[in-house]
């Protein structure tokens, strides 16, 4: 083989690490925004899960600049995710210096909890006390055209929903098999109670 031939082999190595590393982006770069459509969904922003999940998935910790680079956003965008994924305990920053790169923490289990307690625990509590009330009243006066089996229904509904966000919420750490196996246990309970309210 001779030397003209062996660069002309090595610079098509290169262009094809190249092209199948530039794939590679697009791919991880997609897997983002999918992220960020479903933390978005969950009624947060959307560049909080482009941002994690960008950084979950690096292999290096990246610096705000490198983040916002491939991302294609500004700085100050990413800047002020980071600080929020911060609280959250979502991000830590491998260095006390202005430009210290960030590394996700992909032990997100108690972060979703917390979140699921703040959050969707009290909308059910809301809406359970109100249906309370609702049935309360039409005990002690004339229920009109609305019907209590119905408000009874809804409540027992609401309840089993809330228990199952409960035994969500009290699983720390799902990858314990044996809590899992019993979180499951106490799902399909709660599913078999669901069927009989129907």
């Known amino acids: 083989m001779g030397r003209q031939e062996t660069i002309a082999n090595s610079k098509s190595g290169r262009v094809m690490a190249e092209r199948a590393s530039e794939r590679m982006e697009r791919r991880?770069?997609?897997v983002c925004d999918a992220a960020g459509t479903l933390v978005e969904y969950w009624g947060f922003k959307s560049i909080m899960g482009r941002v994690w999940t960008l950084l979950a998935l690096h292999p290096e910790p990246l610096a705000q600049i490198e983040i916002a680079e491939l991302l294609g956003v500004s700085r100050s965008l990413v800047s002020g995710t980071i600080t929020e994924l911060a609280r959250y305990d979502l991000v830590r920053s491998m260095g006390s210096h202005r430009n210290a790169p960030y590394v996700a923490n992909v032990d997100v289990w108690s972060s979703i909890t917390d979140v699921l307690r703040s959050r969707e625990w009290m909308f059910l509590e809301s809406a359970r006390m109100a249906l309370e009330a609702a049935i309360e009243e039409a005990?002690?006066?004339e229920p009109g055209p609305y019907s209590i089996e119905r408000m009874r229904l809804l409540l027992g509904m609401v309840s089993a929903v809330q228990k199952l966000l409960?035994?969500?919420?009290?699983?720390r750490r799902p990858g314990v098999i044996g809590n899992v196996k019993e979180w499951v246990e106490s799902v399909v309970t709660l599913i078999d109670a669901l069927r009989r309210l129907s």
């Open 28 to 30: 991880v770069l997609h």
């Open 139 to 141: 005990h002690n006066g």
């Open 166 to 171: 409960g035994l969500v919420i009290a699983v």
